[in-house]
C-alpha cells in the first residue's frame, strides 16, 4: 500500500488498537466525464485515483478527525463533458447531498467555468488537470482554488526548450507545424506558443485548429505534412492525441520532433501504436525510476485492474493525498480551516515533498517522452529523474 502520511498512518494505529469508533462519514463529491468527448481521460486519469484513494482510507477505517474515525462516502456524477451540466450537478453537490469536500473537475475549462460555484460553497478545489497562465487572476477571485500541474508558460517553454537544443544541434530548422484543439486548454497553449517560438526565431509555417472530437484529422496531418517542417507541434486532448498520431503514421510524417498533449502518456497511446510512438514526446511525465511512483503504480493496478498513466494519474492522487493530509492535520470538517491548512504545510504526496506559494504549487513535469516503452520525464520544474530527449527516427 502505498506510504501515507505520518498522520494517516496513525489513524491506521487507532483503528488497530481501540475496539469502538465514534461513527462518522466525509462525504465527498467528484463530477467528470464519463461520457462524451473527454470521458477517454477522465476515465484513465480522475475517476481510478478517487476509487484507488477512497478504497484505500475505508481499508484503514477512514481518516482521525480530531479523534473520530471517518471513512468516506463517494458521491459521482457524470458531466458529460458538458460545463453547464458540470454547474448544473455541482449545486447539487453543494446544496442537496451537501458534501464535506470535492474532487477538482478534469480538464482547464471545467475547472475555470466551475470556480465560482465551488467558491461560493467555499469547497477546497486542488486543480489538478489545469493548466493556465491565469493562476494570479483565478486564485486571487477563488482563493479556495490551489493549481498543480503547472501554468500555460511553463509547458511551452519545456517544449521551446527543446526546440532550441535540437535546432542547435542541427537536427531541425526554424519551421514548426502547430496544431492545437479548439477549447480553453489548446487556445491558451497555441497562443503562448506562437509568442514564445516567434521569439526565438521559429517561424510557424502551418498553424490550424480543429474543434474538440473532431472524427477526421487526415486534413490536419496532411497540412503537417505538406508544410515540410521537421517538427511537429500538437496543443491536444485524449480523443484528438490519438488521431494525430495515427494520421502521422499512415502519411509517415517525416518529423524529428514529435509532441502532443494530454493521452500521449496513457498506457493506451503505447498500446495502440507500440513501437510506432517510440520518441513521441508528450505532455507531462513522472520519473519512473522513483519507487514512491513505482510502489503507487502497484496499487493503482492491484486496486482498479488499470495501469496508470505516467502523468496526470499520479498527479491525481497526490492532490488526494493532499486533501486527506489537511482534514486529518486540522482535525475538522470546516472547509475554511481546511483550506488555510493546505495553503500553509507542506504534504507528503507521490509527487514528493508539495506546498502552496500564492496557491500554486512550482512542482510538476511539463514534458515526457516514449523511450523503449516507457514514458519518461524529460522537462520539469523542481522534479529530479529528467532524462535526455531523442530525436523521432520514423514510425516502424
Known amino acids: 500500500m502505498i506510504r501515507r502520511s505520518v498522520l494517516a498512518l496513525a489513524s491506521a494505529v487507532i483503528l488497530a488498537t481501540t475496539s469502538a469508533f465514534a461513527e462518522g462519514v466525509i462525504k465527498l463529491g467528484a463530477i467528470s466525464p464519463k461520457t462524451g468527448p473527454l470521458a477517454g481521460g477522465a476515465v484513465v486519469t480522475q475517476w481510478p485515483n478517487i476509487q484507488l484513494w477512497v478504497e484505500q482510507v475505508n481499508a484503514v477505517g477512514g481518516l482521525n478527525v480530531g479523534g473520530e474515525m471517518m471513512t468516506i462516502d463517494l458521491i459521482e456524477y457524470d458531466d458529460k463533458t458538458n460545463p453547464g451540466e458540470h454547474i448544473k450537478l455541482a449545486q447539487r453537490l453543494a446544496t442537496q447531498d451537501k458534501v464535506d469536500f470535492v474532487v477538482a473537475p478534469y480538464g482547464t475549462g471545467f475547472n475555470i467555468a466551475s470556480a465560482p460555484i465551488?467558491?461560493?460553497?467555499?469547497?477546497?478545489?486542488?486543480?489538478?488537470?489545469?493548466?493556465?497562465?491565469?493562476v494570479d487572476e483565478l486564485t486571487g477571485r477563488y482563493p479556495n482554488l490551489f493549481f498543480t500541474l503547472g501554468t500555460t508558460t511553463a509547458f511551452v517553454e519545456g517544449v521551446k526548450a527543446i526546440l532550441m537544443e535540437?535546432?542547435?544541434a542541427g537536427a531541425i530548422g526554424n519551421e514548426i507545424a502547430m496544431v492545437?484543439?479548439?477549447?480553453?486548454?489548446?487556445?491558451?497553449?497555441?497562443?503562448?506558443?506562437?509568442?514564445?517560438?516567434?521569439?526565438?526565431?521559429?517561424?510557424?509555417?502551418?498553424?490550424?485548429?480543429?474543434?474538440?472530437?473532431?472524427?477526421?484529422?487526415?486534413?490536419?496531418?496532411?497540412?503537417?505534412?505538406?508544410?515540410?517542417?521537421?517538427?511537429?507541434?500538437?496543443?491536444?486532448y485524449?480523443?484528438?492525441?490519438?488521431?494525430?498520431?495515427?494520421?502521422?503514421?499512415?502519411?509517415?510524417?517525416?518529423?524529428?520532433?514529435?509532441y502532443s498533449a494530454v493521452a500521449t502518456s496513457f498506457p493506451a497511446f503505447s498500446n495502440a501504436f507500440g513501437s510506432k510512438i517510440n520518441n513521441v514526446l508528450g505532455a507531462g511525465g513522472t520519473n519512473v525510476d522513483d519507487p514512491k511512483i513505482a510502489e503507487y503504480r502497484e496499487a493503482h493496478l492491484k486496486i482498479?485492474?488499470?495501469?496508470?498513466?505516467?502523468?496526470?494519474?499520479?498527479?491525481?492522487?497526490?492532490?488526494?493525498?493532499?486533501?486527506?493530509?489537511?482534514?486529518?492535520?486540522a482535525a475538522t470538517l470546516d472547509r475554511e480551516v481546511v483550506t488555510q491548512y493546505i495553503k500553509d504545510n507542506t504534504f507528503d504526496t507521490v509527487m514528493g515533498d508539495l506546498n502552496f506559494k500564492d496557491n500554486f504549487s512550482n512542482t510538476f513535469w511539463s514534458v515526457g517522452q516514449w523511450q523503449d516503452g516507457v514514458f519518461r520525464g524529460v522537462k520539469g520544474s523542481n522534479v529530479d529523474g529528467a532524462v535526455d530527449v531523442r530525436l523521432k527516427d520514423g514510425w516502424k
Do not use: C
Open 118 to 134: 465551488y467558491g461560493k460553497f467555499g469547497y477546497p478545489m486542488i486543480a489538478v488537470s489545469a493548466i493556465t497562465d491565469k
Open 166 to 168: 535540437q535546432r542547435d
Open 180 to 236: 492545437n484543439v479548439a477549447d480553453a486548454f489548446g487556445i491558451e497553449l497555441a497562443d503562448k506558443a506562437r509568442e514564445l517560438f516567434t521569439a526565438e526565431g521559429f517561424k510557424i509555417v502551418y498553424d490550424k485548429s480543429y474543434p474538440l472530437g473532431t472524427p477526421d484529422l487526415s486534413p490536419v496531418m496532411k497540412g503537417a505534412k505538406d508544410s515540410g517542417a521537421k517538427a511537429f507541434i500538437a496543443w491536444s
Open 238 to 258: 485524449p480523443p484528438d492525441s490519438f488521431g494525430l498520431a495515427e494520421q502521422a503514421i499512415i502519411e509517415d510524417l517525416d518529423v524529428n520532433v514529435y
Open 304 to 329: 482498479t485492474g488499470k495501469v496508470a498513466d505516467y502523468w496526470a494519474s499520479a498527479n491525481t492522487y497526490a492532490a488526494l493525498q493532499i486533501l486527506e493530509q489537511a482534514i486529518v492535520g
